[in-house]
């Protein structure tokens, strides 16, 4: 079996899980075994938590349309049912930006969406 010098793969990956781990406490930017465990640890949760910011944030945005909804005598679900019929296609991520920045816009959306569900 021939003798390997050197692990130049192994110390590359070494190197990229140490420089990951600056800024942690004690041994977990020093010492291999524990900068290791915390640096996958912090991956996994990057990786779960990129997943989660997306459902995070369609939850703020329907809390956010629901409030503009109701201070035009409708709730969540009947806007955007309203708004399905009446050929609306707007994003949730814009309704809650109009219902924030430009009420007046939302009041005339929220009408339209009524008118469209009296006719339905």
């Given at each position: 079996m021939p003798r390997v010098k050197?692990?130049?793969v192994r110390l590359r990956r070494k190197k990229q899980v140490m420089?990951?781990?600056k800024g942690y406490y004690g041994a977990r930017s020093k010492l291999w075994g524990p900068a290791k465990e915390s640096v996958e640890r912090?991956?996994?949760?990057?990786?779960?938590d990129?997943?989660?910011?997306?459902?995070e944030f369609r939850r703020l945005w329907?809390?956010?349309?629901?409030?503009?909804?109701?201070?035009?005598?409708?709730?969540?679900s009947t806007f955007i049912n309203g708004l399905?019929?009446?050929?609306i296609e707007i994003d949730r991520k814009i309704l809650s930006d109009i219902a924030i920045q430009d009420p007046a816009a939302f009041a005339a959306l929220a009408d339209k969406a009524r008118a469209a569900l009296t006719a339905a």
């Open positions: 050197s692990n130049p420089k990951a781990a912090a991956w996994r949760y990057a990786y779960r990129r997943k989660n910011k997306k459902r329907v809390i956010r349309i629901n409030a503009g909804a109701h201070l035009n005598g409708m709730n969540y399905m019929k009446a050929g």
